[in-house]
């Protein structure tokens, strides 16, 4: 398959897996949304499974690149945690809570990779967000970086578990909004605590 037929197929696919939850998209709802037949779309892939692991690994290299080209750009690491967690807000708005459900349930494989790839990106990004934020004292001094990194990586698993979040009672981005501003109010000095009470409506409370 070409590059920009696979990324057209990768992208469309993905937004209607996102909006509808993938269980309830069909191959025949992926090929009329992209105008063509069933047939067609089974030279691209062999099965909606290999479409589903396609769509993973993209979507973990796309959060990559995003969260690496922040940390370049932010102009200290609270500003750097601000932004990406504006960013993950605004990807979690445009996710039915179906979505992670049928990953955990039915395609468990995918859901593995997200949690031995993306997970330990964020892991490393955290840890070193707070080793930065501790030496521009903008995070408090006594804190131990990488316990602190594996906390905010098991809340974030926490608030992914269909079984103790459900979907259906608990929206993602207001669990998200929660556990961020828990973990910078946590690690923050008082230096760090007056910029972050002046820009978490901006960067996470209205973030949407």
């Not at 197929?9 to 509808?20: D, E, V």
């Not at 080209?69 to 996710?95: C, V, Y």
């Not at 990106?121 to 970086?145: C, Q, T, W």
Request: charged share 30%.
């Amino acid at each position: 398959m070409e590059s920009k037929e696979k990324e057209n197929l990768i992208q469309q696919a993905t937004f209607l897996f996102m909006k509808y939850g993938i269980k309830s998209v069909s191959m025949d709802d992926i090929s009329k949304e992209l105008g063509i037949s069933k047939k067609t779309l089974y030279t691209y892939v062999d099965n909606k499974r290999e479409l589903v692991k396609l769509i993973t690994l993209n979507m973990i290299e796309m959060e990559q690149a995003v969260c690496n080209s922040i940390k370049k750009e932010a102009t200290n690491a609270l500003d750097e945690m601000l932004k990406i967690s504006r960013h993950i807000i605004q990807f979690i708005g445009l996710m039915t809570p179906s979505f992670t459900y049928d990953l955990q349930k039915y395609y468990k494989q995918c859901w593995i990779l997200i949690e031995e790839e993306h997970f330990s990106f964020i892991e490393s990004i955290v840890k070193d967000n707070l080793i930065a934020g501790i030496k521009e004292k903008m995070y408090r001094s006594n804190i131990h970086p990488e316990i602190a990194a594996k906390l905010y990586m098991a809340q974030a698993k926490l608030i992914s578990d269909e079984d103790i979040f459900p979907g259906s009672k608990f929206e993602k981005v207001v669990l998200f909004k929660e556990m961020i501003l828990a973990h910078l109010h946590g690690v923050a000095s008082d230096k760090g605590l007056k910029i972050l009470k002046k820009n978490e409506n901006k960067y996470v409370l209205d973030a949407k």
